[in-house]
């Protein structure tokens, strides 16, 4: 059975850090690129932030450039989203996905459309 388990998510105040993880079983995570999106009440959902299978590539939205930083762990089937400096605009779900990496590009890693698998989400929220 496929499952991808965000956790990590809470309350933080501005400037407050938070790591989310996302873990996986279910599939070869290895060959598997992992995208994190958010998505508040108000907006569509959004890519965050991405790496690829080999860890070789990674991605961030200009948003977040400079205070979030994902990373992963094949070994745990686990990936991280380091998120330091937090803002109250950052205050949103934050969901994981996985996608199998034939050598995708940005325009795939990007678009939500095409993952794969999807985690339930863990809640983020940024407030003094």
């Known amino acids: 059975q496929v499952q991808l388990v965000e956790s990590g998510g809470g309350l933080v105040q501005p400037g407050g850090s938070l790591r989310l993880s996302c873990a996986a079983s279910?599939?070869?995570?290895?060959?598997?690129?992992i995208g994190w999106f958010r998505q508040d009440p108000w907006s569509e959902r959004e890519a965050v932030s991405y790496?690829?299978?080999?860890?070789?590539?990674?991605y961030y939205a200009d948003s977040v450039k400079g205070r979030f930083t994902i990373s992963r762990d094949n070994a745990k089937n686990t990936v991280y989203l380091q998120m330091n400096s937090l803002k109250p605009e950052d205050t949103a779900v934050y969901y994981c996905?996985?996608?199998?990496?034939?050598?995708?590009?940005?325009?795939?890693?990007?678009?939500?459309?095409?993952?794969?698998?999807w985690g339930q989400g863990t809640q983020v929220t940024v407030s003094s």
């Open positions: 279910g599939f070869p995570f290895e060959y598997y690129a």
């Open positions: 790496i690829t299978s080999s860890a070789g590539t990674t």
């Open positions: 996905a996985a996608l199998l990496d034939y050598g995708l590009g940005p325009t795939e890693l990007l678009n939500r459309h095409v993952y794969d698998y």
